[in-house]
């Protein structure tokens, strides 16, 4: 018999990086991508989440951005980021925020193995945007994204991070950060949005 999942979070997703658009590494029409497109890749990904909890705890509400970069060359591409997680969220809803993020509660979310340097973890005033050609991230006067317009292609495209089951919107993107080892100011770049389903 199924057991029920410790945790669960269902919302919707937006990210962007400085690669062009449609991003290298985002599957187009089934076809697996590649390298970024300027050997490294600087990202802001965010997510919002509509309904779920973990252990009990409800984390309905609650949003969690992170940013960070990699670089190709390096064996592995190890990700280097920072995590915000919601100021909203009570002691309990930011410690399961934390463990699902990071990776420390398993799951479906491969791309936490990918996380190598973790420079923070904090609280963070934020502000998603999520609305379909609209989307938008306002971190705490650290870090902005927003969608200008979708991107010039046909057919399906799908990103890794929220899962390729989840095909969705590639945009052309401004985004910025300007936080410690995190500083980039980018415009005619690379979005994309759908929405997630994580579980344990």
Same mark, same amino acid.
């Given at each position: ?9 269902? +919302?919707?997703?937006?990210? /962007? ?12 029409? &089934? ?7 300027? +050997? ?12 779920? @909890?973990?252990? +009990? ?10 940013? *960070?970069?990699?670089? =190709?060359?390096?064996? +592995? ?14 002691? @309990? ?12 509660? #398993? ?5 936490? /193995? /990918? ?17 379909? #050609?609209? @989307? ?6 650290? &870090?902005? /994204? ?8 046909? *057919? ?6 929220? *899962?390729? =089951? ?12 300007? =936080? ?6 980018? @415009? ?13």
């Amino acid at each position: 018999m199924a057991r029920d999942p410790s945790w669960s979070i269902v +919302g919707s997703y937006y990210e /962007s990086c400085n690669c062009q658009a449609v991003c290298p590494c985002r599957r187009l029409n &089934g076809k697996p991508g590649g390298n970024s497109t300027y +050997g490294v890749c600087e990202f802001i990904l965010s997510w919002d989440i509509h309904r779920g @909890e973990a252990d +009990g705890v409800d984390l309905a509400g609650r949003q969690v951005v992170m940013a *960070g970069f990699y670089r =190709d060359a390096e064996r +592995g591409k190890p990700w280097s980021i920072k995590l915000f997680i919601d100021e909203r969220a009570a002691p @309990e809803q930011y410690r399961q925020l934390e463990r699902i993020f990071l990776g420390k509660a #398993g799951g479906n979310m491969p791309f936490t /193995s /990918s996380i190598v340097t973790i420079y923070d973890v904090e609280r963070a005033k934020m502000s998603l945007g999520h609305k379909p #050609g609209h @989307e938008t991230i306002q971190l705490s006067g650290l &870090g902005t /994204s927003a969608a200008t317009r979708r991107a010039d292609y046909d *057919g399906r495209v799908t990103c890794g991070i929220p *899962g390729h =089951d989840h095909p969705g919107t590639e945009y052309v993107a401004s985004l910025a950060m300007h =936080d410690g080892p995190l500083q980039w100011d980018y @415009e005619e770049r690379c979005g994309f949005a759908t929405d997630f389903h994580f579980h344990d």
